[in-house]
């Protein structure tokens, strides 16, 4: 993959970050916790919604993309029996509207519960239309349809401070809607060529019962996971309230600083691999590739501990423990990237039951501990259980796939990530104004020590971006 696709699949990322750093303090200032916490459950529900609806079909898209000899086919095939579910459940609640509201919201209100379906149908057409351009490598696109979103709600979000209007968790829940239904209306412009050839191409039953073998394992498996990343949400909400909920909320927003780093790898990686093992190559470099990516998880998270004081200063007081519960949310996709490239062997192999077998032990762990955990320490207890659980979830990948696939350098990786754990948990539990200092002095020393081992991919690095500056 050349740089300027991997530009263009990396402005999404940056942009969405870009604009989720502006709004996310002016929807603090605006909204309540309590609403900033049903938005958070409300993209929960839905990210359910889409793994149960989807199938698994959208990741069997990916996998037969480069081996389908007529692409439309493949897209209308698995696009149909989804469209259709979800399009069924929606009519029914129809004559029920203030059922979603009520579920998702704790609010019985039909005009709310007709946003929800909105949102949830949306998502869905987004999630497939998005994968075309992904699959046909159209970078500034697919990160147009990341960015497009953000954009969206923040623009929304300013209008309704510069015009005064009601700050009501009617309006907040109007403007995510809106933005996922004008993302849809850009996606089927950028695909209507490709939308038009899978109207008229043929549906395969046998190809659907093929990519139904490959995709609901995966699916089983995305919703076990699911239930890992999201039950925190729900016990949180029991078990301490709303407004704590709202406030682990914007420490995980906050934590987006990584998903940049996810949404960025996992859009390329494993489209790459599966090119790789068809064509027989590359596959030495995996190893490289499991140890660049420590060392910058590790990075990341060192930095993210370093300009921690500055969270207090961009919200209101209300929000001061974010500070603290930040550094292990940032855990929760920093170890989930990780795994997209040490638990890759899981996939080439096709053992992907083995992920909803993983998945469900974490959801377990995960479970037990936010029980333990959030009724004394709040939304510290329910980011220090949801890391204890994703660090379990990446040793069991690893594993698995370094014993099914390729050998790993699994001490390295082990170690590694145990350190990230501690540092992470020892900074939510213990962390102040007063001993900040102590874990900064750490952290820099890693930092510089990391520098130091990776000094040359540095200077190589740097003289590149030298060169292709003179060259201009």
């Known amino acids: 993959m050349n740089a300027n696709k991997l530009l263009g699949y990396a402005l999404g990322p940056l942009g969405s970050a870009a604009a989720g750093a502006i709004s996310l303090p002016l929807i603090s200032w605006y909204f309540s916790p309590e609403d900033i916490g049903r938005i958070v459950l409300l993209q929960t529900v839905s990210a359910m919604i889409l793994l149960v609806m989807s199938l698994g079909l959208d990741q069997a898209y990916i996998r037969e993309y480069h081996a389908s000899d007529n692409k439309p086919a493949l897209f209308k095939t698995i696009t149909a029996l989804p469209l259709l579910l979800l ?52 970078a500034y696109a697919f990160s ?11 623009a929304l979000i300013l209008a309704y401070v510069l015009f005064s209007l009601p700050k009501t968790t009617f309006n907040l829940i109007l403007a995510y809607a809106l933005a996922q239904l004008l993302t ?42 699911w239930g890992l990343s999201a039950v925190d ?17 914007m420490a995980v927003s906050f934590g987006a600083v990584a998903l940049i780093f996810q949404s960025i790898f996992s859009t390329i ?6 090119k790789w093992v068809k064509e027989g190559i590359h596959l030495n470099k995996i190893t490289h590739i499991v140890e660049a990516m420590l060392a910058l998880c590790t990075a990341i998270l060192c930095l993210v501990g370093l300009f921690s004081p500055l969270i207090p200063i961009l919200l209101p007081q209300e929000y001061a423990p974010v500070q603290f519960i930040l550094l292990s949310s940032i855990l929760f996709p920093l170890f989930y ?25 974490a959801l377990l762990c995960n479970f037990g501990l936010l029980h333990l955990l959030v009724p004394h320490l709040g939304a510290r207890g329910a980011a220090m259980a949801t890391a204890i659980s994703f660090w379990l979830f990446c040793v069991m990948k690893t594993e698995a796939s370094s014993r099914l696939w390729q050998p790993l350098p699994k001490t390295k990786i082990y170690g590694t990530t145990f350190f990230c754990l501690l540092s992470g948990l020892a900074y939510t539990y213990l962390g102040n104004s007063r001993n900040y200092f102590i874990f900064a002095v750490i952290w820099l020393a890693v ?26």
């Open 447 to 472: 930092i510089i020590w990391l520098c130091m081992q990776h000094k040359q991919h540095l200077a190589h690095a740097a003289a590149a971006i030298q060169g292709r500056l003179k060259n201009r």
């Open 184 to 225: 849809v209306a850009v996606l089927v412009l950028q695909t209507r060529h490709e939308l038009s050839k899978a109207v008229r191409a043929p549906f395969s039953l046998p190809l659907m019962q093929e990519t139904l073998r490959y995709g609901l394992p995966l699916a089983l498996g995305g919703l076990a996971y």
């Open 337 to 361: 990237t990780l795994t997209e490239v040490t638990g890759i062997g899981i996939n080439v192999s096709k053992r992907t039951w083995l992920i909803t077998v993983f998945a469900l032990s």
């Open 233 to 249: 949400r729900f016990l949180l909400k029991q078990l301490a309230g709303l407004s704590e909920l709202g406030i682990y909320s």
């Open 269 to 274: 990686w494993a489209p790459m691999v599966f």
């Open 87 to 138: 399009a069924a459940v929606c009519l029914v609640l129809l004559f029920k509207l203030e059922l979603p509201a009520q579920w998702v919201l704790e609010l019985p209100d039909a005009s709310l519960g007709l946003l929800c379906l909105i949102f949830f149908f949306t998502t869905l057409l987004a999630r497939y239309l998005s994968v075309i351009l992904r699959m046909q490598e159209r």
């Open 144 to 154: 147009l349809s990341q960015l497009i979103p953000k954009i969206l709600i923040l």
